[in-house]
């Protein structure tokens, strides 16, 4: 009679939990070193993972960065029957908290500095970052992608220069007024 057995668990630490490890360390080692300094040897360090377990995942620093960036925004917090106004005030709002998250600000500016001159980065930011929330906008608000992308400009340009400037996230007083300006002109 043959017995029961079960098959050996492959190598390695077990899968579940490594992009919640790597993400965290990425904001944490941006935060820490810059963007620039924040290498995929030193995410993989402050991971506790191979860098090939990070190549695995995302082909760059950018992929990787950006699917940081999209797992810390996650979705826009709208709710049902939110009026325009509403909309608009709680997408600004919520980008500024999230902007002011340590590593992220610094995060967002520096791939996005990259992407000025990769193409595949910008895509990548394009599709994964930026489409969902602008498709989002656009059937909320009923306006054209070339104004929501305006809207996303505005709003996300302001905050990071903010951060960019100063060091600091933007004050709450200046966000009202961030939203008080861009309701006034969308709303």
Do not use: N
């Amino acid at each position: 009679m043959a017995r029961a057995t079960t098959p050996p668990r492959p190598p390695g630490r077990p899968r579940a939990g490594i992009d919640a490890e790597v993400f965290a360390a990425t904001l944490r080692t941006v935060d820490e070193l810059g963007y620039t300094h924040a290498t995929v040897d030193r995410i993989a360090a402050a991971a506790g993972v191979a860098k090939t377990t990070i190549y695995r995942r995302w082909p760059s620093k950018g992929a990787l960065i950006t699917a940081c960036l999209v797992d810390a925004f996650g979705p826009l917090p709208i709710k049902a029957g939110d009026s325009r106004e509403e909309v608009i005030a709680s997408a600004i709002r919520f980008g500024a908290l999230r902007i002011a998250e340590p590593g992220l600000a610094a995060a967002f500016a520096g791939v996005f500095t990259d992407a000025i001159s990769d193409p595949e980065l910008r895509e990548i930011l394009s599709t994964q970052l930026q489409d969902p929330y602008r498709l989002v906008l656009q059937e909320v608000l009923g306006e054209s992608e070339q104004r929501v992308l305006f809207f996303v400009d505005v709003v996300i340009g302001t905050l990071l220069h903010r951060m960019g400037m100063t060091g600091e996230p933007m004050v709450k007083a200046d966000v009202d007024a961030l939203v008080e300006m861009v309701v006034s002109y969308l709303g």
